[in-house]
């Protein structure tokens, strides 16, 4: 790779660890205010809601987002051979960087403690949905770019099959286009207007509708690149090869059908939307796990087959000859802890998805014991090990402490178990999300101490703990990476996974065309009824809200 697009990768990797600091700080914190160990409103003065957005916003956003753009401008460079534009690769990266700036900005001054779901009638300075709305636009600027690129590759390959990492980033960047185009919308017409007090009111039901358009689609965003490393990297890492590239493709282009038309599993609850339509966005939540069923049946499949390489032999013993501890394949290490969460994950999303079970839990702290198997699971553990890795390679220094290095994903693991355990126990006990349990249930001076939530709370803390001292030491070998002497060219060459069988190419999973004409049908049959229920009713007719009270204005009138 050349000079410059290597030091546009880093910048795309050194901005968002730096602002994870800050992040990782404040998940330690959210876990001292939920266990009740303070009882306090505001730390260091730093609110709890300001803390909590900034948690989500930079570890969630941020971070996933930078990192989703450094890494596929390294995947296309490596697997196409060719780099992406100059000019393109810079703009996004300016984009981003001055959208992060003017969000966190705005954070920080306390305007924009909005959290990273940014729900009217919460609201924020325009900042912070500008400064949001760039970042987005910043990756979209890389994706029509590397888009241009494919398209070029292409022409000359006619009858080559697209390496199977080129062909998950550009899925993965269409998911992302698509589905930021309606928080684009919500953004700019609904939010910003009446940030500004161009417009009196919003909304609130088509503003989060459009935002779960999007908002579960961006967690595949997030899924998407660690997916990518699985398939392509992780059976080389484990001394074997890929079961089934075949499977691969296909699991991506069915995250390209059923990532978006999903949303609605967040809005069971809403009164606006129809219960058709409800149960039909149920059903094909359960549809959009089977790439994920496909990936864990090939990943086992190709690992078992690495192993009996190794002289692995048995039913469950193969398992122990594989690389775990090894510090030159140290990324097999992040990944293959990154699966075993997303074990539990994957399984409490099915419960979240089930209609009628999602009553339990939705808004229990059952929520954010899933998503912290999921997104600070294997996406957090792939950003971690390939963040490093490139580091590394594009700097050409070895890595700092590489033995720390080889144990940070097991720690990690076994913190997100105990506090994911914590919450989840506390959610089915009706333990609340998103709020301060030391001012309230956990703070025996107050009318409403609850002392059911104690112990599950405290493993909250102790997990989380654990978390921190993990997140910690990454950054010690991050940085201690970078600020090394360079003792090698700097380059980047990925372990590269060869598929077991001889795999001819198979035109349907090698085009886009018809899975973008089957994912515009799906998503039409299912956003039409949504969309128009949320404008039938309520639409015009929805009452204006204050961002100090969550009842609408006009009940207040005589
Ligand atoms: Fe989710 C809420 C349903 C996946 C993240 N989810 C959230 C929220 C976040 C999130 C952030 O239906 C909260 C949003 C908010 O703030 O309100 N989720 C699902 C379902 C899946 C799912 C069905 N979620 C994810 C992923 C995320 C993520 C991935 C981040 C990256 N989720 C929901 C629902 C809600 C929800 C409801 C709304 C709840 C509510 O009421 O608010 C599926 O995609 C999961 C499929 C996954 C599997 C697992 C496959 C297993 C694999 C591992 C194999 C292991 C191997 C290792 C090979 C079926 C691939 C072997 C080991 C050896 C040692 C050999
Ligand atoms: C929310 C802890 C790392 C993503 C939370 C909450 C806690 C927490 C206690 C609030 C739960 C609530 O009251 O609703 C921690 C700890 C971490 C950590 C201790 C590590 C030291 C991460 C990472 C990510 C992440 C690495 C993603 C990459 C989120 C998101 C929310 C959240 C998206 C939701 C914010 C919201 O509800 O607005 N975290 N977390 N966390 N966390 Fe983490």
Redesign the pocket.
Known sequence: VSRYLRNIILAELFVPVLLLTI??YH??M??IY?AGVIHQASVAKLDYYQG??L??VI??IV??TFFAVAFGHATIAFFLKREPGRKASMLSLVLMIVGTLMAAAAILSGKASV???FYPPLKAHPAFYIGTAMLIVGSWVAYWDWAVVYVRWKREHREENTPLAVIGTLVNFTIWFVCTLAVAYEVLVLLVPWSLGWTAGVNVMLARTLFWFFGHALVYFWLLPAYIMFYTMLPKLAGGKLYSGTAGRIAFFLFLLFSIPIGVHHQFGDPSIGRGIKLTQSLLTFAVAIPSFITAFTIAASLEHASWLRGGKGLYSWIWKLPFFRKDVFLFGYLINGLILFIFGGLTGLVNASYSLNNTVHNT?FI?GH??LT??GP??LAILGMSIFLVSQLTGKKIYLPAINTIIPYLWTVGVLI?SAG?MWGGLMGEP???NMGLTYLNPASEQYHPYWVISSML?LAG?GI??AA?FLYFIVFFGTFLRKRSAEPMIDFPVSESLHEEKRIPLFDTFRPWLILMGFILFMTYLPAISDALNNTGKKAPPYLPTDPTPIVHKKP
């Open positions: 992040g990782i998940g330690l959210q876990v939920r909590l957005t948690h989500g570890n969630a971070l996933t959290l990273y779901t702290a954010p998503f912290h997104v600070a996406v957090f506090f919450l999300r998103r709020t909250g989380g978390m921190f997140g």
